[in-house]
Protein backbone atom coordinates (compact mmCIF):
# COMPACT_ATOMS: atom_id res chain seq x y z
CA UNK A 1 0.00 0.00 0.00
CA UNK A 2 1.41 3.36 -0.38
CA UNK A 3 2.36 5.57 2.14
CA UNK A 4 3.21 8.43 0.55
CA UNK A 5 -0.14 9.76 -0.70
CA UNK A 6 1.01 13.07 -0.40
CA UNK A 7 4.81 12.72 -3.08
CA UNK A 8 3.94 14.64 -6.51
CA UNK A 9 3.47 12.46 -9.30
CA UNK A 10 5.65 14.75 -11.88
CA UNK A 11 8.73 17.01 -11.31
CA UNK A 12 10.33 18.91 -14.20
CA UNK A 13 14.21 17.69 -15.01
CA UNK A 14 16.69 19.13 -14.71
CA UNK A 15 19.41 17.91 -17.49
CA UNK A 16 19.11 19.00 -21.24
CA UNK A 17 15.93 17.75 -23.23
CA UNK A 18 17.97 15.48 -25.47
CA UNK A 19 20.03 13.64 -22.56
CA UNK A 20 16.39 13.12 -20.26
CA UNK A 21 15.30 11.39 -24.05
CA UNK A 22 18.54 9.02 -24.29
CA UNK A 23 18.71 8.37 -20.55
CA UNK A 24 15.04 7.34 -21.06
CA UNK A 25 15.28 5.18 -24.10
CA UNK A 26 18.68 3.36 -22.63
CA UNK A 27 16.97 2.99 -19.29
CA UNK A 28 13.64 1.40 -20.90
CA UNK A 29 11.70 2.27 -17.47
CA UNK A 30 8.95 1.10 -17.13
CA UNK A 31 8.11 3.47 -13.60
CA UNK A 32 8.02 6.86 -15.41
CA UNK A 33 7.76 8.40 -18.79
CA UNK A 34 8.82 11.49 -20.15
CA UNK A 35 6.48 14.34 -21.28
CA UNK A 36 8.03 17.45 -22.98
CA UNK A 37 6.73 20.61 -24.10
CA UNK A 38 8.25 22.98 -26.92
CA UNK A 39 7.93 26.74 -27.20
CA UNK A 40 4.62 26.73 -29.50
CA UNK A 41 2.93 24.80 -26.27
CA UNK A 42 3.01 21.24 -28.11
CA UNK A 43 3.25 18.72 -25.66
CA UNK A 44 5.29 15.02 -26.89
CA UNK A 45 5.17 11.66 -24.95
CA UNK A 46 7.84 9.26 -24.62
CA UNK A 47 6.77 5.94 -22.97
CA UNK A 48 2.76 6.45 -22.46
CA UNK A 49 1.49 3.15 -19.92
CA UNK A 50 -1.49 1.20 -20.78
CA UNK A 51 -4.23 -0.04 -18.74
CA UNK A 52 -2.96 -2.51 -15.80
CA UNK A 53 -3.08 -5.67 -15.63
CA UNK A 54 -6.68 -7.36 -15.60
CA UNK A 55 -8.32 -4.74 -16.55
CA UNK A 56 -10.01 -5.34 -19.48
CA UNK A 57 -9.53 -4.65 -22.98
CA UNK A 58 -7.11 -1.19 -23.60
CA UNK A 59 -8.63 1.56 -24.54
CA UNK A 60 -7.24 4.47 -26.38
CA UNK A 61 -6.23 7.19 -24.45
CA UNK A 62 -7.45 10.55 -25.10
CA UNK A 63 -4.68 12.15 -26.43
CA UNK A 64 -2.01 10.74 -28.13
CA UNK A 65 0.92 12.96 -28.85
CA UNK A 66 3.68 12.62 -30.77
CA UNK A 67 6.64 10.95 -29.99
CA UNK A 68 9.64 13.42 -29.08
CA UNK A 69 12.83 13.74 -31.23
CA UNK A 70 16.26 14.14 -30.06
CA UNK A 71 16.96 17.09 -32.31
CA UNK A 72 13.26 18.59 -31.36
CA UNK A 73 13.65 22.43 -29.41
CA UNK A 74 11.72 21.36 -26.03
CA UNK A 75 11.46 24.45 -23.15
CA UNK A 76 10.61 22.04 -20.70
CA UNK A 77 10.41 18.45 -19.92
CA UNK A 78 8.63 16.47 -16.85
CA UNK A 79 9.53 13.16 -15.82
CA UNK A 80 5.80 11.69 -14.57
CA UNK A 81 5.14 8.90 -12.37
CA UNK A 82 3.30 5.80 -14.14
CA UNK A 83 3.49 3.13 -10.83
CA UNK A 84 0.13 1.49 -9.41
CA UNK A 85 -0.72 3.27 -6.23
CA UNK A 86 -2.95 1.68 -3.66
CA UNK A 87 -4.16 3.98 -0.79
CA UNK A 88 -7.69 2.62 1.19
CA UNK A 89 -10.83 5.08 1.54
CA UNK A 90 -12.76 3.91 4.96
CA UNK A 91 -16.62 4.10 3.90
CA UNK A 92 -19.81 3.94 6.53
CA UNK A 93 -22.38 1.39 4.51
CA UNK A 94 -25.91 1.42 6.32
CA UNK A 95 -27.36 -2.13 7.24
CA UNK A 96 -30.17 -3.78 8.74
CA UNK A 97 -27.90 -4.18 11.77
CA UNK A 98 -26.81 -0.14 11.65
CA UNK A 99 -23.48 1.48 10.62
CA UNK A 100 -21.13 -1.47 8.72
CA UNK A 101 -17.74 -0.43 9.06
CA UNK A 102 -15.72 -1.18 5.58
CA UNK A 103 -12.42 -0.25 3.81
CA UNK A 104 -12.20 0.31 0.04
CA UNK A 105 -8.90 -0.57 -1.57
CA UNK A 106 -8.20 1.56 -4.37
CA UNK A 107 -6.13 0.55 -6.99
CA UNK A 108 -4.93 4.23 -9.49
CA UNK A 109 -2.41 5.15 -12.19
CA UNK A 110 -1.53 7.61 -14.50
CA UNK A 111 -3.76 6.98 -17.48
CA UNK A 112 -2.56 10.04 -19.55
CA UNK A 113 1.07 11.82 -18.51
CA UNK A 114 0.46 14.39 -20.81
CA UNK A 115 -3.12 15.60 -19.09
CA UNK A 116 -0.97 14.99 -15.82
CA UNK A 117 1.19 17.53 -16.41
CA UNK A 118 -1.66 20.19 -18.55
CA UNK A 119 -3.49 19.80 -15.44
CA UNK A 120 -1.06 19.81 -13.16
CA UNK A 121 -2.18 16.83 -11.47
CA UNK A 122 0.15 16.93 -8.46
CA UNK A 123 -1.30 14.66 -6.01
CA UNK A 124 -3.20 12.06 -7.71
CA UNK A 125 -4.92 10.29 -4.47
CA UNK A 126 -6.30 13.51 -3.88
CA UNK A 127 -7.97 13.74 -7.02
CA UNK A 128 -8.71 10.26 -7.27
CA UNK A 129 -10.02 9.95 -3.27
CA UNK A 130 -12.93 13.50 -4.47
CA UNK A 131 -13.89 11.42 -7.42
CA UNK A 132 -14.50 8.13 -5.46
CA UNK A 133 -16.49 10.03 -2.72
CA UNK A 134 -18.91 11.65 -5.49
CA UNK A 135 -19.43 8.56 -7.31
CA UNK A 136 -20.31 6.45 -3.60
CA UNK A 137 -22.86 9.15 -2.94
CA UNK A 138 -24.60 9.28 -5.96
CA UNK A 139 -24.23 5.37 -5.94
CA UNK A 140 -26.21 5.31 -2.96
CA UNK A 141 -28.76 7.87 -3.78
CA UNK A 142 -29.40 5.68 -7.22
CA UNK A 143 -29.83 2.62 -4.96
CA UNK A 144 -32.21 3.93 -2.52
CA UNK A 145 -34.05 5.59 -5.57
CA UNK A 146 -34.73 1.94 -6.44
CA UNK A 147 -35.48 0.59 -3.04
CA UNK A 148 -32.73 -1.33 -2.28
CA UNK A 149 -29.13 -0.85 -0.56
CA UNK A 150 -25.72 0.16 -1.17
CA UNK A 151 -23.24 -3.09 -0.33
CA UNK A 152 -19.72 -4.45 -1.37
CA UNK A 153 -21.11 -6.48 -4.06
CA UNK A 154 -22.91 -3.56 -5.62
CA UNK A 155 -19.54 -1.22 -5.60
CA UNK A 156 -17.98 -3.96 -6.52
CA UNK A 157 -20.18 -4.04 -9.56
CA UNK A 158 -19.61 -1.07 -10.34
CA UNK A 159 -15.96 0.57 -9.37
CA UNK A 160 -14.09 -2.65 -10.19
CA UNK A 161 -13.72 -1.54 -13.24
CA UNK A 162 -11.96 1.23 -14.33
CA UNK A 163 -12.84 4.71 -13.61
CA UNK A 164 -11.07 7.18 -15.74
CA UNK A 165 -10.95 10.93 -14.72
CA UNK A 166 -10.36 12.17 -17.86
CA UNK A 167 -9.54 15.90 -16.68
CA UNK A 168 -6.83 14.64 -14.73
CA UNK A 169 -5.25 12.35 -16.44
CA UNK A 170 -6.08 9.26 -14.12
CA UNK A 171 -7.57 6.24 -13.99
CA UNK A 172 -8.74 3.96 -10.57
CA UNK A 173 -10.54 1.24 -9.50
CA UNK A 174 -12.01 -0.52 -6.34
CA UNK A 175 -9.44 -4.00 -5.70
CA UNK A 176 -11.35 -5.18 -2.47
CA UNK A 177 -14.11 -4.07 0.08
CA UNK A 178 -13.05 -5.39 3.81
CA UNK A 179 -14.36 -5.26 7.01
CA UNK A 180 -12.36 -2.58 9.26
CA UNK A 181 -12.67 -1.52 13.05
CA UNK A 182 -12.51 1.97 13.95
CA UNK A 183 -11.00 5.57 12.32
CA UNK A 184 -12.25 8.02 10.15
CA UNK A 185 -14.72 7.10 7.44
CA UNK A 186 -17.09 8.04 4.89
CA UNK A 187 -20.54 7.76 5.79
CA UNK A 188 -23.25 6.74 3.54
CA UNK A 189 -26.88 6.09 2.83
CA UNK A 190 -29.63 7.21 6.11
CA UNK A 191 -28.78 6.83 9.45
CA UNK A 192 -30.75 4.72 11.95
CA UNK A 193 -34.93 3.81 11.16
CA UNK A 194 -34.75 4.97 8.04
CA UNK A 195 -31.86 3.33 6.51
CA UNK A 196 -33.72 0.01 7.17
CA UNK A 197 -35.58 0.09 4.17
CA UNK A 198 -32.37 1.16 2.03
CA UNK A 199 -30.08 -1.47 2.95
CA UNK A 200 -32.35 -4.16 1.93
CA UNK A 201 -30.23 -6.24 -0.49
CA UNK A 202 -30.50 -9.52 -1.88
CA UNK A 203 -27.13 -10.73 -0.42
CA UNK A 204 -28.84 -9.74 3.33
CA UNK A 205 -31.54 -11.72 2.94
CA UNK A 206 -30.23 -14.94 4.02
CA UNK A 207 -28.75 -13.35 7.15
CA UNK A 208 -32.42 -11.64 7.85
CA UNK A 209 -34.04 -15.30 7.94
CA UNK A 210 -31.09 -16.66 10.02
CA UNK A 211 -31.76 -13.62 12.74
CA UNK A 212 -35.71 -13.61 12.50
CA UNK A 213 -35.50 -17.50 12.90
CA UNK A 214 -33.18 -17.05 15.65
CA UNK A 215 -36.00 -14.96 17.30
CA UNK A 216 -39.06 -16.69 16.83
CA UNK A 217 -37.32 -19.91 18.30
CA UNK A 218 -37.27 -17.74 21.89
CA UNK A 219 -34.38 -17.28 24.15
CA UNK A 220 -32.46 -20.48 23.82
CA UNK A 221 -31.75 -19.21 20.65
CA UNK A 222 -31.00 -16.06 20.80
CA UNK A 223 -28.19 -17.50 23.78
CA UNK A 224 -27.14 -19.89 21.49
CA UNK A 225 -26.41 -16.89 19.11
CA UNK A 226 -24.84 -14.81 21.24
CA UNK A 227 -22.38 -17.67 22.46
CA UNK A 228 -21.24 -18.27 18.65
CA UNK A 229 -20.47 -14.38 17.97
CA UNK A 230 -18.95 -14.39 21.48
CA UNK A 231 -16.76 -17.86 22.32
CA UNK A 232 -14.89 -16.42 25.06
CA UNK A 233 -18.08 -15.32 27.16
CA UNK A 234 -19.30 -19.00 27.94
CA UNK A 235 -19.23 -18.29 31.84
CA UNK A 236 -21.55 -15.54 31.68
CA UNK A 237 -23.71 -17.27 29.27
CA UNK A 238 -23.90 -20.30 31.74
CA UNK A 239 -24.48 -18.38 34.82
CA UNK A 240 -27.40 -16.68 32.65
CA UNK A 241 -29.10 -19.93 31.66
CA UNK A 242 -28.66 -20.73 34.99
CA UNK A 243 -30.51 -17.73 36.36
CA UNK A 244 -33.28 -17.73 33.88
CA UNK A 245 -33.96 -21.95 33.27
CA UNK A 246 -37.80 -20.75 33.62
CA UNK A 247 -37.45 -18.45 30.23
CA UNK A 248 -34.95 -21.53 28.51
CA UNK A 249 -37.27 -24.40 30.13
CA UNK A 250 -40.58 -22.96 31.41
CA UNK A 251 -42.57 -24.80 34.17
CA UNK A 252 -44.43 -27.82 32.60
CA UNK A 253 -48.27 -28.48 34.38
CA UNK A 254 -51.11 -31.51 33.16
CA UNK A 255 -54.80 -30.71 33.39
CA UNK A 256 -55.01 -32.25 36.82
CA UNK A 257 -53.17 -29.70 38.48
CA UNK A 258 -54.61 -27.27 36.58
CA UNK A 259 -58.03 -28.44 37.94
CA UNK A 260 -57.06 -28.69 41.49
CA UNK A 261 -56.02 -25.39 41.46
CA UNK A 262 -59.28 -24.31 39.88
CA UNK A 263 -61.65 -25.77 42.31
CA UNK A 264 -59.68 -24.87 45.71
CA UNK A 265 -60.77 -20.89 43.85
CA UNK A 266 -64.39 -21.49 43.72
CA UNK A 267 -66.77 -20.46 46.63
CA UNK A 268 -69.15 -23.34 49.14
CA UNK A 269 -72.11 -23.18 46.76
CA UNK A 270 -69.96 -23.69 43.57
CA UNK A 271 -67.85 -26.30 45.23
CA UNK A 272 -72.17 -27.69 46.37
CA UNK A 273 -73.24 -27.68 42.61
CA UNK A 274 -69.94 -29.09 41.28
CA UNK A 275 -70.66 -32.41 43.50
CA UNK A 276 -74.40 -32.72 43.17
CA UNK A 277 -73.45 -32.82 38.92
CA UNK A 278 -70.57 -35.34 39.59
CA UNK A 279 -72.73 -37.32 41.64
CA UNK A 280 -75.63 -37.56 39.45
CA UNK A 281 -72.67 -38.46 36.49
CA UNK A 282 -71.03 -40.92 38.80
CA UNK A 283 -74.63 -42.53 39.39
CA UNK A 284 -75.40 -42.64 36.09
CA UNK A 285 -72.13 -44.49 35.30
CA UNK A 286 -73.80 -47.47 37.83
CA UNK A 287 -71.05 -46.67 40.31
CA UNK A 288 -71.24 -46.50 44.66
CA UNK A 289 -72.21 -42.71 45.06
CA UNK A 290 -73.03 -41.95 48.96
CA UNK A 291 -76.62 -40.93 49.50
CA UNK A 292 -77.94 -42.73 46.26
CA UNK A 293 -79.46 -46.22 47.16
CA UNK A 294 -78.30 -48.45 44.65
Not at 44 to 66: H, I, K
Not at 101 to 124: F, K, N, Y
Not at 221 to 232: G, K, Q, Y
Request: glycine share 8%.
Amino acid sequence: MNDQSNERLYYRASRPPWREILSHRWSAARDSSLVLRNADGDYFLLGAPGETEDTGAYVPLPDESAAPGIGGSYTDVFRVDVTEHVDIQAVGLPTVYGRESVELWVAWWVRDPVRVVRAQTLHGWHMVRAHLTSVLRHLTEAQESAGSGLGAPEIMQHLGVPQHLEETGLSYRVLDVRLRETGEELRLGQDEGDGVRYSWTTSRRGEYEFCLQALRAGPASLAALWLLRHPDQVRQVLDWAVDHERLLVPPRTDWQEELAALLGTLTDQERKEISYLLRDRLSALGRPVPGVPL
